[in-house]
């Protein structure tokens, strides 16, 4: 915390003029953003001397009144300039340049520093100069990573074409050119691209969003990559922000485990990193369930089943407890959140958040259980628009896969410290964690486990396997989680050994029989109501 409040003053007072992000990695709940306003409302205590002007960059509207109210800035203390027509910039001065703070999110900033210096940013000036403590919170890259479907961009033209039939063939040529690009090649789209807003009203938000991010790569280098899922995406990212920006402070709880920053150190970006202790997550338990939960996992009925049962046993196992559930945003007719309440006693103390919205709120802090229901996982597109992002290489220049495997883990990094650390564990005192217990359902990788670990320092992390697989580990375990699955999730009656051997990928049947007739799996399969045949293993009340 002292090293953070010297790299204020020094800021402030324009003491630094090299161009560098000091980086401020403090984990979540140790007072990163207390500290800012414990600076701005000494500032403002002081009559704001020695003022050459704040730049607060956030990432939502919301987190601006929190500020405010926080470092207890009266009206006539700041200004806000956010999207024009919203009605947040009604609020402090309606003249930004005589407000000794402006507020602004990311996405402002981006736009009206495209193309200039953020010295010719006039909007963001202090007493008609460049503000000196530029303050950027969350996570931060110089440029946007931006990946683009092919398969939506063909279906706009059909909208476009009775409203902008300009605009409608302009992007006939971009996506006729993107035909004959083989995947993993490298493309520049020099076109140009534009459509009145009226026009692009008529899109839909899914064919909007990829209208944006086509249009922000126009003229920059990107590659065709192939999904599963989404086909032939286009990955690349936009123009950074302008090098005049720095210096600047970033505060980013997640910068402890993010990659992306380490990328950006490889290629040479100036980041200066303030020293930390890191938090102790010792009062942490974190319990694995090493088990494939993505959302096209859970479209499976069975698989659904299976994963919300065992989940609701363990919250129905803690009835008096508040639980915060974390969760894929629901799609369409999705009732997974339906389903799983109706397995639970007393619903109403269950408290969800979704992927998307698990950072920056503090109204869980009370609770001290958490269900990570499933993880988040990004597209390998994704991924590589970040590398891009992060490093400022362009595709001809070559992407590391290496460097890409590891910025997916850092985001699962980033994703998990963010969304646990929601719930009662930001809480604590003297760097160490408040009392929490979290239950993750998911896979990330080759190890999860020591993923969890790498997020929470000295955290009890260890394996958790619903359905009273008591003490039943490696191939035991394995077996017995596809028994299980079979009888309870899939209905099924009696099972052959030889498609139980087969699902769990043993060789031989004497290598499974090893497994079944051991006494420890003779006791799980009592418990379970389950006997041993010659052939197969059955319900015990079947004949």
């Given at each position: 915390?002292?090293?953070?409040?010297?790299?204020?003053?020094?800021?402030?007072?324009?003491?630094?003029?090299?161009?560098?992000?000091?980086?401020?990695?403090?984990?979540?709940?140790?007072?990163?953003?207390?500290?800012?306003?414990?600076?701005?409302?000494?500032?403002?205590?002081?009559?704001?001397?020695?003022?050459?002007?704040?730049?607060?960059?956030?990432?939502?509207?919301?987190?601006?009144?929190?500020?405010?109210?926080?470092?207890?800035?009266?009206?006539?203390?700041?200004?806000?300039?956010?999207?024009?027509?919203?009605?947040?910039?009604?609020?402090?001065?309606?003249?930004?340049?005589?407000?000794?703070?402006?507020?602004?999110?990311?996405?402002?900033?981006?736009?009206?520093?495209?193309?200039?210096?953020?010295?010719?940013?006039?909007?963001?000036?202090?007493?008609?100069?460049?503000?000196?403590?530029?303050?950027?919170?969350?996570?931060?890259?110089?440029?946007?990573?931006?990946?683009?479907?092919?398969?939506?961009?063909?279906?706009?033209?059909?909208?476009?074409?009775?409203?902008?039939?300009?605009?409608?063939?302009?992007?006939?040529?971009?996506?006729?050119?993107?035909?004959?690009?083989?995947?993993?090649?490298?493309?520049?789209?020099?076109?140009?691209?534009?459509?009145?807003?009226?026009?692009?009203?008529?899109?839909?938000?899914?064919?909007?969003?990829?209208?944006?991010?086509?249009?922000?790569?126009?003229?920059?280098?990107?590659?065709?990559?192939?999904?599963?899922?989404?086909?032939?995406?286009?990955?690349?990212?936009?123009?950074?922000?302008?090098?005049?920006?720095?210096?600047?402070?970033?505060?980013?709880?997640?910068?402890?485990?993010?990659?992306?920053?380490?990328?950006?150190?490889?290629?040479?970006?100036?980041?200066?990193?303030?020293?930390?202790?890191?938090?102790?997550?010792?009062?942490?338990?974190?319990?694995?369930?090493?088990r494939a939960s993505s959302r096209s996992a859970l479209n499976v009925p069975e698989t659904r089943r299976e994963i919300l049962e065992g989940a609701a046993s363990v919250i129905n196992a803690a009835p008096a407890e508040e639980w915060l559930i974390i969760h894929h945003q629901a799609r369409g007719a999705d009732t997974v959140l339906d389903e799983l309440k109706a397995q639970v006693a007393n619903p109403e103390r269950l408290h969800f958040v979704n992927w998307g919205r698990h950072n920056a709120t503090n109204a869980y802090r009370h609770v001290r259980k958490v269900m990570v229901l499933s993880l988040w996982h990004l597209t390998d597109a994704a991924y590589t628009a970040h590398h891009i992002a992060a490093s400022g290489r362009v595709p001809s220049q070559g992407l590391d896969r290496e460097t890409i495997s590891?910025?997916?883990?850092?985001?699962?990094?980033?994703?998990?410290?963010?969304?646990?650390?929601?719930?009662?564990?930001?809480?604590?005192?003297?760097?160490?964690?408040?009392?929490?217990?979290?239950?993750?359902?998911?896979?990330?990788?080759?190890?999860?486990?020591?993923?969890?670990?790498?997020?929470?320092?000295?955290?009890?992390?260890?394996?958790?396997?619903?359905?009273?697989?008591?003490?039943?580990?490696?191939?035991?375990?394995?077996?017995?989680?596809?028994?299980?699955?079979?009888?309870?999730?899939?209905?099924?009656?009696?099972?052959?050994?030889?498609?139980?051997?087969?699902?769990?990928?043993?060789?031989?049947?004497?290598?499974?029989?090893?497994?079944?007739?051991?006494?420890?799996?003779?006791?799980?399969?009592?418990?379970?109501?389950?006997?041993?045949?010659?052939?197969?293993?059955?319900?015990?009340?079947?004949?």
């Amino acid at each position: 915390m002292k090293e953070l409040k010297v790299a204020i003053s020094q800021l402030n007072a324009a003491s630094s003029s090299v161009p560098q992000l000091v980086l401020s990695s403090m984990d979540p709940g140790e007072g990163k953003s207390s500290a800012i306003c414990d600076f701005i409302r000494s500032w403002k205590d002081e009559g704001f001397r020695d003022h050459h002007g704040a730049l607060i960059v956030l990432s939502r509207h919301e987190e601006i009144r929190s500020y405010v109210d926080q470092a207890g800035l009266s009206r006539h203390h700041y200004a806000v300039t956010v999207a024009e027509g919203d009605a947040m910039n009604e609020m402090g001065l309606s003249d930004p340049d005589a407000a000794p703070v402006i507020f602004t999110t990311h996405e402002k900033l981006r736009r009206w520093t495209t193309g200039r210096s953020f010295a010719d940013a006039d909007k963001f000036h202090y007493l008609g100069r460049p503000r000196t403590l530029r303050i950027w919170d969350e996570s931060f890259l110089a440029a946007q990573p931006v990946t683009v479907r092919l398969d939506m961009l063909k279906g706009i033209p059909a909208v476009l074409r009775p409203l902008d039939p300009k605009a409608a063939q302009g992007l006939d040529a971009i996506t006729a050119a993107l035909e004959s690009v083989e995947t993993r090649q490298s493309v520049t789209l020099s076109h140009q691209l534009s459509a009145c807003p009226s026009t692009l009203a008529a899109l839909s938000g899914a064919q909007k969003r990829e209208w944006d991010g086509l249009v922000s790569i126009l003229g920059r280098e990107a590659i065709i990559l192939r999904d599963n899922r989404m086909g032939r995406v286009l990955a690349s990212a936009t123009a950074p922000l302008p090098a005049d920006f720095q210096p600047a402070l970033v505060l980013d709880a997640s910068g402890r485990v993010r990659e992306t920053y380490r990328a950006m150190e490889e290629t040479g970006a100036p980041i200066r990193r303030l020293p930390g202790a890191g938090r102790n997550y010792s009062r942490l338990t974190v319990r694995h369930w090493d088990r494939a939960s993505s959302r096209s996992a859970l479209n499976v009925p069975e698989t659904r089943r299976e994963i919300l049962e065992g989940a609701a046993s363990v919250i129905n196992a803690a009835p008096a407890e508040e639980w915060l559930i974390i969760h894929h945003q629901a799609r369409g007719a999705d009732t997974v959140l339906d389903e799983l309440k109706a397995q639970v006693a007393n619903p109403e103390r269950l408290h969800f958040v979704n992927w998307g919205r698990h950072n920056a709120t503090n109204a869980y802090r009370h609770v001290r259980k958490v269900m990570v229901l499933s993880l988040w996982h990004l597209t390998d597109a994704a991924y590589t628009a970040h590398h891009i992002a992060a490093s400022g290489r362009v595709p001809s220049q070559g992407l590391d896969r290496e460097t890409i495997s590891r910025i997916a883990a850092g985001e699962h990094r980033h994703n998990l410290l963010q969304a646990i650390c929601r719930a009662n564990v930001r809480n604590g005192a003297d760097g160490v964690c408040g009392d929490c217990e979290a239950y993750v359902i998911g896979k990330t990788g080759k190890d999860t486990k020591a993923l969890l670990a790498e997020t929470f320092p000295g955290a009890a992390i260890k394996d958790w396997r619903p359905f009273g697989a008591g003490e039943l580990t490696g191939r035991s375990l394995d077996v017995a989680e596809e028994i299980r699955r079979r009888f309870v999730a899939g209905g099924a009656e009696r099972v052959r050994k030889i498609d139980i051997r087969k699902a769990v990928g043993m060789g031989t049947a004497p290598e499974l029989a090893q497994v079944l007739t051991r006494p420890a799996f003779k006791a799980w399969l009592a418990g379970e109501g389950l006997v041993l045949g010659t052939k197969e293993v059955r319900r015990a009340d079947r004949v």
